[in-house]
C-alpha cells in the first residue's frame, strides 16, 4: 500500500534535548491548569486531598511516559502512534487512526486551544461580538504560516514561549505562597474582568464542604497532564533520539507535576478549599486578592502566552501523523509534500480543518465545551490501542533493539492500559452528543479506508 511520493519532506535531526523538553513542557501546560484546580477542589474533601490528586496524576503520567519512550526509542518515526498501530495491528487501524487525528484529536485539540486563547484575549482587546472566534481564527492562521516557514522558527518561538510559560507559573505561585492572605470567605467572580465566564455547575452546587469523588476529580487531573504522548512524534527528529526521548519524557512529566503541585499549593494556601471550588477563574481570583485587579488582568496575559505555546506545539506534532498518512496510503498522498522537517501539505490540511471546527463551535456557541467533547472518546481509544500495541510489539518483534525497556514489565503497561480504559469509559459517560459527534467522524473513515485500499489493490494487478 505505501506509495513512492517524489519531494516528500524528509525529517533530519534538529532537535536538541532542551527543545524536547520545552515541547513536551509547553504542550503539556496550556490553559487548562488555569481552569481545572476548582473542578478538582470541588470533588476533594480537604486540601491534602487535592494535592495527593495533582502528585498521582504525575506518577500516572510518568507510568504512561515510560511506555512511550520504549516505543519512540524502538521504533523512531515522525508518525509516532500512528507507526506503532500499523506495525502492531496493520493498516486498517494505522489508517483509522492517522484519520481520526487528523479529523477529530489533533484538529479538534488546536480548536479548543485557540478557544481558549481568543476567550482570554478578549479580556485583554475584545473584537466584537465573535471576538474569541477571530482570535481563535487569527492564532491557527499565524502558527500555520509559522510551521511552514521551518522547524527552526517553530522550535525557537516554542522554546521562547515555554520558558514565559513557566516562568509566570512560578511568578503566580510564589505570588500565591509569599503575599497572599490567609483563606478568605467567598467572593464573586468581577464580571467587568471576566463578562463571558459563568460558574459550571459543580461551582454552582459545592457547598460549604466539598463533597469526595476520586474518579471525577482524577478525570479533571488526567486531563490537564495530556499532552506528553505527543513526544513520539518527534522522535526522528530529536538528535541521539534514543537517549533523548527516553530523558525528554522523564524530564517534562517531572516539570510539569512539580509545577502543577506547587501552583495548586499557593491556591490552597491562599484561597482555601471551598473558595477554590467556587470559582472557574481561580488562579485569576488568587492575583486578585493579591494585586488586586491589575493582578487578575495578569493573569489573562499568562494564559494567552501558555494557550499560544501549546497551540505552536500540538501544530508542530500534528503535522507529522498526517505526514505519515500520505506516505503510506495512496489516495492521501499529497499530505507527504513538503520540505526538508516541513511537511507543508500536512500543515495546510490540518489548519483547514482546524478552522471548520472553529466555525463549528462558534455556531453552537460553546467553543470550548464543545472541542472538548469532540475529541475525548477517540483521544483515550487510541492511547489504550497504542499501549496495548507495547505487548502485541514485545511479542510478535522480539529481536527488534530496544534500547530503552519498560521497567516492572507488564505491571506498569497493564496499568497504563487500565486506566486508559476507565478514561475511554468516563469520557464517554461525560460527554453526551459532542463524543458522538467525535465517534462519528471517526466512522466516516471507513469510507476512506475501502477507497483507499481499492486503489491500492487496482494500482498493484496493473
Avoid at 484519520?99 to 486563547?117: D, E, H, K, P, Y
Avoid at 522522535?235 to 525528554?248: D, H
Avoid at 472518546?377 to 487510541?382: E, L, M, N
Avoid at 533493539?401 to 521497567?407: D, N, Q, S, Y
Wanted: hydrophobic share 50%; charged share 10%.
Amino acid at each position: 500500500m505505501k506509495l513512492a511520493v517524489s519531494r516528500n519532506a524528509i525529517f533530519k535531526p534538529a532537535l536538541s534535548l532542551r527543545d524536547a523538553i520545552l515541547t513536551i513542557v509547553g504542550l503539556v501546560i496550556g490553559a487548562g491548569i488555569f481552569e481545572t484546580p476548582s473542578f478538582v477542589a470541588a470533588n476533594a474533601s480537604n486540601e491534602i486531598m487535592v494535592l495527593l490528586a495533582w502528585l498521582l496524576g504525575g506518577v500516572i503520567s510518568l507510568v504512561g511516559a515510560l511506555c512511550y519512550a520504549e516505543l519512540a526509542t524502538a521504533y523512531p518515526h515522525p508518525g509516532g502512534s500512528y507507526y506503532y498501530l500499523k506495525r502492531a495491528f496493520g493498516n486498517a487501524i494505522a489508517f483509522l487512526f492517522a484519520w481520526t487525528r487528523m479529523s477529530v484529536i489533533q484538529t479538534g485539540s488546536i480548536a479548543l486551544l485557540a478557544f481558549v486563547f481568543g476567550d482570554y484575549a478578549s479580556q485583554l482587546w475584545r473584537l466584537g461580538s465573535y471576538s474569541a472566534s477571530i482570535y481563535a481564527a487569527l492564532a491557527i492562521v499565524v502558527f500555520t504560516l509559522l510551521n511552514l516557514l521551518d522547524i527552526k522558527q517553530s522550535k525557537w518561538t516554542q522554546n521562547v514561549l515555554a520558558t514565559a510559560q513557566v516562568l509566570g507559573i512560578l511568578i503566580v505561585s510564589g505570588i500565591g505562597l509569599f503575599f497572599s492572605s490567609a483563606p478568605a470567605s467567598i467572593l464573586p467572580v468581577d464580571s467587568t474582568i471576566y463578562p463571558d465566564i459563568q460558574l459550571t455547575e459543580v461551582a454552582q452546587s459545592v457547598s460549604s464542604v466539598p463533597s469526595t469523588n476520586i474518579g471525577l476529580m482524577m478525570v479533571f487531573v488526567l486531563l490537564t497532564y495530556g499532552g506528553w504522548n505527543e513526544a513520539s512524534y518527534i522522535s526522528a527528529e530529536v538528535r541521539n533520539g534514543r537517549l533523548n526521548i527516553v530523558r525528554s519524557l522523564v524530564w517534562s512529566v517531572g516539570i510539569i507535576t512539580g509545577l502543577y503541585l506547587l501552583l495548586n499549593w499557593s491556591l490552597v494556601r491562599g484561597l482555601g478549599l471551598t473558595r477554590m471550588a467556587s470559582s472557574q477563574v481561580v488562579v485569576a481570583e488568587l492575583m486578585r486578592s493579591t494585586l488586586g485587579e491589575a493582578g487578575a488582568v495578569s493573569i489573562s496575559c499568562l494564559v494567552v502566552i501558555a494557550t499560544l505555546c501549546s497551540i505552536n506545539a500540538t501544530i508542530l506534532t500534528g503535522a507529522r501523523s498526517n505526514y505519515a498518512l500520505g506516505r503510506d496510503f495512496s489516495l492521501f498522498t499529497m499530505l507527504a509534500r513538503g520540505r526538508e522537517n516541513t511537511p507543508a501539505n500536512a500543515l495546510i490540511v490540518q489548519g483547514a480543518i482546524a478552522l471548520f471546527l472553529v466555525l463549528v463551535g462558534t455556531l453552537t456557541r460553546q467553543g470550548f465545551e464543545t472541542m472538548v467533547d469532540y475529541t475525548a472518546p477517540a483521544f483515550w481509544f487510541f492511547f489504550l490501542l497504542s499501549g496495548i500495541s507495547l505487548f502485541v510489539l514485545r511479542q510478535r518483534e522480539p529481536n527488534i533493539e530496544r534500547p530503552f525497556k519498560v521497567p516492572l514489565y507488564p505491571i506498569l503497561p497493564i496499568l497504563f492500559c487500565g486506566i486508559c480504559l476507565y478514561m475511554l469509559q468516563s469520557s464517554l459517560a461525560y460527554t453526551g452528543y459532542g463524543g458522538l459527534l467525535g465517534v462519528v467522524a471517526l466512522l466516516l473513515g471507513l469510507p476512506f479506508l475501502w477507497w483507499s485500499q481499492k486503489v491500492s489493490n487496482a494500482t498493484q494487478r496493473q
